[in-house]
């Protein structure tokens, strides 16, 4: 049974920091490319950061910079480390996992992913 567990969320002010956390399971881990996704309220569900079976990396515009994306294979963790956090950075943020029949499409896109887990609020104030 495939499970992504996250982690990590809170409330901070603008400017600060939070890391998040996935634990995975029932997959082989290492063989997937991994995504994080926020959705604030009223707006589409959005690509953030991906990092790929190889470990290749992708950003959204917006968090680039500020964010970083990393897994651990030993530990089937996926982590997002976010820095200087805007209120605009507000939202539930989701990790998602995508088997290798996307590979070559798009990183941040949220219909080629299989895999979801039931997110984690951040709250970002001014």
């Not at 901070?12 to 604030?40: E, I, N, P």
Request: neutral net charge; glycine residues 12%.
């Amino acid at each position: 049974q495939v499970q992504l567990v996250e982690s990590g969320g809170g409330s901070v002010q603008a400017g600060g920091s939070l890391r998040l956390s996935c634990a995975a399971s029932g997959f082989t881990y290492s063989d997937y490319g991994m995504g994080w996704f926020r959705q604030a309220p009223g707006r589409e569900r959005e690509g953030v950061a991906a990092i790929d079976s190889d470990g290749s990396t992708n950003f959204d515009h917006s968090v680039k910079g500020r964010f970083t994306i990393s897994r651990d294979n030993a530990e089937n963790t996926l982590y997002l480390q976010m820095n200087s956090l805007k209120p605009e950075d507000t939202a539930m943020y989701y990790c998602a996992a995508r088997n290798r029949r996307w590979v070559g499409y798009n990183t941040l896109d949220k219909d080629t992913y299989n895999y979801w887990g039931q997110g984690t609020q951040v709250t970002v104030s001014s």
